[in-house]
T-cell receptor, first 111, second 118 residues
Framework: QKEVEQNSGPLSVPEGAIASLNCTYS??????FFWYRQYSGKSPELIMS????GDKEDGRFTAQLNKASQYVSLLIRDSQPSDSATYLC???????????FGTGTSLTVIP | DGGITQSPKYLFRKEGQNVTLSCEQN?????MYWYRQDPGQGLRLIYY???????QKGDIAEGYSVSREKKESFPLTVTSAQKNPTAFYLC?????????????????FGEGSRLTVL
């Protein structure tokens, strides 16, 4: 079983819609959770981090964490064509310094 | 501005040659990482270092070597033993464990180095 799993997509949404990206993880001891955005040919850029159960909002982005279900999601409201990218989910354990990445979900926002 | 600098951005190598990719950070981070990304693939960990003069192998260390002589620097050498080195290489850093045992902080990436073997 992979440490972190994401649906590879592609996910397509119309401009202005809500995009929902999902991620599951296998280690119940996981501590910290991150969402990165990666444009084609560029390096990943951190957009959200979440450490406790519940929702965390930052502008048009909302991260949701449910540790009981081992599930973390990212909602993008009012999606824009500039949101078209691959979104990577990353997880760390309680100890150690490794970050475990999913393979990413490709999102296309259609104008 | 604080950040992570990778060089070169593009590199071409002939088969049988070793090449070294540079990574420098001025974020005062303890932990540094090297990842490899192939087209349409996720990130795979090559090596990581939690502290100066110490580093650990990641999932795909064969054919690569690193050093961590200074906190700011974590160069990666792609040796001729690496059978398929053409890829996008990403250096990253995080605060690391600091004085405690718990992982702290987020991971930040450099702009990457794209290596092509001719």
């Amino acid at each position: 079983q992979k440490e972190v799993e994401q649906n590879s997509g592609p996910l397509s949404v119309p401009e202005g819609a809500i995009a929902s990206l999902n991620c599951t993880y296998s280690d119940r001891g996981s501590q910290s959770f991150f969402w990165y955005r990666q444009y084609s040919g560029k390096s990943p850029e951190l957009i959200m981090s979440i450490y406790s159960n519940g929702d965390k909002e930052d502008g048009r982005f909302t991260a949701q964490l449910n540790k009981a279900s081992q599930y973390v999601s990212l909602l993008i409201r009012d999606s824009q064509p500039s949101d078209s990218a691959t979104y990577l989910c990353a997880v760390t354990r309680l100890t150690g310094n490794q970050f475990y990445f999913g393979t990413g979900t490709s999102l296309t926002v259609i104008p | 501005d604080g950040g992570i600098t990778q060089s070169p951005k593009y590199l071409f190598r002939k088969e049988g040659q070793n090449v070294t990719l540079s990574c420098e950070q001025n974020l005062n981070h303890d932990a540094m990482y090297w990842y490899r990304q192939d087209p349409g693939q996720g990130l795979r960990l090559i090596y990581y270092s939690q502290i100066v003069n110490d580093f650990q192998k990641g999932d795909i260390a064969e054919g690569y070597s690193v050093s961590r002589e200074k906190k700011e620097s974590f160069p990666l050498t792609v040796t001729s033993a690496q059978k398929n080195p053409t890829a996008f290489y990403l250096c990253a850093s995080s605060k690391g464990r600091g004085q405690g045992i718990f992982n702290t902080g987020e991971l930040f990436f450099g702009e990457g180095s794209r290596l092509t073997v001719l």
